[in-house]
């Protein structure tokens, strides 16, 4: 089934970036994202090429791979925040670790999208993504140019002043209020004014000026105002009610102002919240965040299950960390706020620091009884002016990596001590000769320590600058099967016999 095309509100054209260091693939991309018109895409294959757009070039948005050589996406991201702030970034990737979605999304970038599966829903994904990352920065930057446009009208006065009575008659209006409302100050005075407000907010309206008493004289409330345009505008006041002393009221005295950009923003910081939020409600592994106080303010799903503990009785709670570990404490997120330190945790181990992250390991028993080993990262949280306000932190169960491990060194203990055993001479060598390593025997025979043996040619351990004229280990490359050498006068003579390594870069 073909894809409905996408439909874009502004009919300018969106001028786009795509980086991939391959060129198949890029190639693939920019088709599908101009096949609507609505796009026009320039290609690159490096970052560093990309740079070189940008510097000559105006686009809308920028759509990087995650993984190139030299500079990948993350850092070019890193780099275009620099230097051109926020405009849009969207980044590709073919890999869905949680760290990386962090990183990116500390980063800057504005949507993280995954490759795999089928191409079409993939860059039908990402073309809504752009479409959406264009447009909010579109609304942003109007937005930006509004602010400034109303900061410069109410520069000298930026309070709307007026006074009422209780019969709602406007006693004094100043001029940003009359400017507010179109209307001329010598035609507000003296009359009844009363904003249309639409009808959800009036029961709100009534209730709060009933509020106003001689003992409680002042209120705040924010609410919406239908204006002479049509146009509806949030307001937000504080009032101040005069009475007599019979407790009649005398008049309001409202001062205020126009808050819409401000419940805006506020609506776009809480959808951005919320969006921050579904990401690390989707991740797989276990993950959670404390403020800087060490209350809980995130605890997904995952965390849910290892734990047991449903989100509602954590959040807003102090201390997590019973909760989590038992006994144990602290979390490797109240490391990173300073709240404890590497030395007083002796529960996790490998604990250590990159890329401003902390990790460790910690087993743990969980919910069910069952004992696992997880790994824990955790990162800051910045504040807007780049303070710390909290701590993320992501635990994966790597139990089975962890055995997977024992049963490898296992194996290899197995192997070693199975060689050492053999009475006969056992050596493995690379293709160029250079010596492995060889068994106990081959040692004894040789009268040399591994440390002397280990990295050098095999011939020059018997005093040829060359190889041997008839070489048991040249012969088996050239074959790719087991040769066989009569005897050669090494120590005493003895029989060589020389097998590939089936997929290995070494002979034994």
């Not at 000298?156 to 209307?183: K, P, Y």
């Not at 306000?389 to 060194?409: C, F, M, N, P, Y």
């Not at 074959?479 to 034994?508: A, C, D, N, Q």
Request: proline share 6%.
């Amino acid at each position: 089934m073909d894809f409905l095309e996408p439909h874009y509100p502004n009919k300018q054209k969106i001028s786009i970036l795509y980086i991939d260091d391959e060129p198949a693939l890029v190639e693939i991309g920019k088709l599908f994202l101009q096949r609507g018109g609505n796009m026009a895409v320039k290609t690159a294959t490096s970052a560093e090429e990309a740079l070189s757009l940008l510097a000559t070039a105006t686009f809308d948005g920028v759509v990087s791979d995650l993984q190139m050589p030299g500079m990948d996406g993350i850092e070019l991201l890193r780099e275009v925040r620099r230097l051109y702030g926020p405009l849009p970034f969207i980044i590709l990737t073919g890999k869905g670790r949680e760290e990386v979605a962090i990183e990116a999304l500390n980063a800057g970038v504005d949507y993280y999208l995954q490759k795999g599966g089928a191409p079409k829903p993939l860059f039908a994904e990402l073309e809504n993504s752009i479409i959406q990352a264009v447009e909010k920065r579109r609304i942003a930057r109007a937005l930006e140019e509004s602010e400034e446009r109303y900061r410069t009208v109410v520069e000298d006065q930026t309070e709307m002043i007026c006074w009422f009575d209780s019969d709602s008659v406007i006693l004094f209006a100043n001029e940003a209020f009359c400017r507010h409302f179109g209307m001329p100050g010598e035609e507000m005075v003296g009359r009844r004014f009363t904003p249309r407000i639409p009808p959800g907010e009036r029961d709100r309206l009534e209730r709060h000026f009933a509020s106003l008493t001689p003992a409680h004289p002042a209120a705040h409330i924010d609410h919406q105002v239908i204006m002479p345009s049509g146009e509806v505008r949030w307001h937000g006041w504080t009032d101040r009610a005069s009475f007599d002393g019979a407790g009649n009221l005398i008049r309001v005295q409202s001062v205020g102002r126009d808050i819409t950009d401000y419940k805006r923003a506020e609506a776009e910081s809480l959808a951005s919240r919320q969006h921050l939020k579904d990401v690390i409600e989707s991740l797989p592994d276990p993950t959670f965040a404390i403020d800087a106080d060490g209350r809980v303010t995130l605890w997904n799903r995952q965390m849910e299950r290892l734990t047991g503990v449903p989100a509602a009785g954590v959040i807003g709670q102090p201390d997590c960390d019973p909760r989590i570990r038992g006994q144990v404490r602290p979390v490797l997120a109240e490391i990173v706020l300073g709240r404890a330190s590497e030395e007083t945790n002796s529960h996790h181990t490998a604990i250590r620091w990159k890329d401003g992250s902390l990790t460790g390991e910690i087993t743990i028993t969980t919910g069910d009884g069952e004992e696992r080993v997880l790994q824990g990262r955790a990162t800051p949280l910045r504040g807007p002016d780049g303070e710390t306000v909290g701590a993320i932190e992501s635990l994966r169960d790597i139990t089975d990596i962890r055995a997977g491990e024992r049963t490898l060194h296992e194996a290899n203990a197995l192997l070693e001590w199975t060689l050492d055993a053999l009475p006969e001479i056992v050596g493995i060598m690379r293709p160029d000769r250079r010596v492995i390593r060889y068994n106990r025997a081959g040692y004894g025979a040789l009268g040399m320590t591994p440390e002397e043996v280990v990295g050098k040619p095999c011939y020059s351990l018997i005093g040829r600058a060359r190889p041997c004229e008839v070489c048991a280990t040249g012969t088996a490359l050239k074959t790719r099967k087991t040769e066989s050498v009569g005897f050669v006068e090494i120590i005493g003579f003895v029989e060589l016999h020389m097998s590939p390594g089936r997929g290995r870069k070494y002979i034994p």
